[in-house]
């Protein structure tokens, strides 16, 4: 009877609380991979309005590079998100 009840419990705890486990994870990714798309767009929103007020002022060539370092700070933000994404993924 108490092998029984031991085999239940582990049968039970496979099927049911391991998939719990993996959709928290998987939920976890999905939200690291939503703030790092968001943090992105800011910065790449930044990036142009540098680039926009820079470029009112006559200064094309600083507006140009304004808005090559937003690109790039965006880039850096879903690297990190893919990074962040892929660990909860892991966990």
Not at 23 to 32: F, G, I, N, S
Request: hydrophobic share 40%.
């Amino acid at each position: 009877m108490r092998a029984f009840t031991i085999a239940a419990m582990a049968f039970l705890f496979l099927f049911v609380g391991m998939p719990r486990i993996a959709l928290a994870d998987e939920a976890k990714a999905k939200m690291e991979e939503m703030k790092g798309e968001a943090k992105a767009k800011a910065q790449n929103a930044e990036g142009e309005t540098k680039a926009l007020t820079e470029e009112a002022k006559g200064n094309k060539v600083k507006g140009t590079m304004e808005r090559a370092k937003g690109k790039t700070k965006a880039g850096g933000e879903r690297i990190k998100s893919t990074a962040k994404q892929l660990k909860a993924k892991t966990e």
